[in-house]
């Protein structure tokens, strides 16, 4: 099945600055990356995302990058609020067929810390 | 905006305890998710519906937990006995029908419920 790493665990910045969340995932079948937003006491919720036949996808002050060779995605948040303070998950969609198809499998998530 | 509601929000349970975590999807979302997200870790697939049937129970530890979508629209996730690893945010998702198109893609979370077994 898919298994999708996160880096870094915690990332600590100054407002304005720029933060950078990199994934890596093994399996080469999966197609569908979405990042994921959440805050304190509540669900996730998505903030971008990116298809396998797309190599950037930019939304604002968010971006997301795709490497298909390497098997990495990358967030960048520009311009850094303390209102981006959350913890952000990646994660990959399976298209491996049998009952992993469409299945979301999530990084272990990055808490990002924006000081004012 | 339509949302995916879940309730209760909080529980509060003994070990050896029933519980019982309810999900209202947005109304024409066919699939449904139920996930668990232990405290520091990304969310884990339990169960996935297609309608009222289940197409990837793989996960679910079938001697304790159990989960149903009976009219194929909201659902219900049980665990008895319930156990102190138990523990965690218990989050339904929900994603639009269809297939081919971008949209279809992504799946919307509810605020999740908070099981704390003691």
Known sequence: GENVEQHPSTLSVQEGDSAVIKCTYSDSASNYFPWYKQELGKGPQLIIDIRSNVGEK???RIAVTLNKTAKHFSLHITETQPEDS?????????????TSYGKLTFGQGTILTVHP | ????????????????????????PISGHATLYWYRQILGQGPELL?????????????????RFSAERLKGVDSTLK?????????????????PTGWGRWYFNEQFFGPGTRLTVL
């Open chain 1, 58 to 60: 930019k939304d604002q």
């Open chain 2, 47 to 63: 169960v996935q519906f297609q309608d009222e049937s289940v197409v990837d129970d793989s996960q679910l530890p079938k001697d």
């Open chain 2, 79 to 95: 665990i008895q006995p319930a156990e102190l690893g138990d523990s965690a945010m218990y989050l339904c998702a929900t994603r």
């Open chain 1, 86 to 98: 959350a913890v952000y998950f990646c994660a990959g969609k399976s298209n491996a067929g049998g």
């Open chain 2, 1 to 24: 905006e339509a949302e995916v509601a879940q309730s209760p929000r909080y529980k509060i349970t003994e070990k050896s305890q029933a519980v019982a975590f309810w999900c209202d």
